[in-house]
């Protein structure tokens, strides 16, 4: 069973365009988090949500909108998709001592 | 704020040695540092966490160590082995603690050659 799952693993796209990424846990943990990883591989948290309820948004873009209707699901929402935004984003779960995270999607603005 | 600092650089080693890879942190110690690794193309796996207190934890063929007085933290691999080729990551709280998330250091890639 995948414990931490990301659609999809590829998106390719112009800028302008709106785009969603979905995550899903059944870990059953609380916590939920995404994380970007530029082309230098530095990944940098995102935001956090606990229990549904946003705990940090860490420095960016209000293009970038975090959904989480359920604790097993935070999906994240991208508007006017800029160069820049290209990067991979990995989705997490856990507690503060030990993450799972999903396999990635890897954003590719044109 | 708060920065973890990793030699980014590959590291090779020849099979069956020890591989000990170095994470420096910033500013105040943190209550526990993990050590992930990353696979190309694939999302990081929890490996370990050593807590402020704690001078070396252990897991098969790991061991870490945390020195607050160096502000640093020491990833060892015994006998190591090709599979061990990886990105290994270090981190630590975000900021301070909870569900904050976790500050990463940018990785050191290893290489063991047979």
Known sequence: DTAVSQTPKYLVTQMGNDKSIKCEQNLGHDTMYWYKQDSKKFLKIMFSYNNKELIINETVPNRFSPKSPDKAHLNLHINSLELGDSAVYFCAAGTPYEQYFGPGTRLTVT | ????????????????????????????????????????????????????????????????????????????????????????????????????????????HLIIQP
Do not use: M
């Open chain 2, 1 to 108: 704020s708060q920065k973890i600092e990793q030699n980014s650089e590959a590291l090779n080693i020849q099979e069956g040695k020890t591989a000990t890879l170095t994470c420096n942190y910033t500013n105040y110690s943190p209550a526990y540092l993990q050590w992930y690794r990353q696979d190309p193309g694939r999302g990081p796996v929890f490996l370990l966490l050593i807590r402020e207190n704690e001078k070396e934890k252990r897991k098969e063929r790991l061991k870490v160590t945390f020195d607050t007085t160096l502000k640093q933290s020491l990833f060892h691999i015994t006998a190591s082995q090709p599979a061990d080729s990886a990105t290994y990551l270090c981190a630590r709280p975000h900021s301070g603690g909870g569900a904050d998330g976790l500050t990463f250091g940018k990785g050191t």
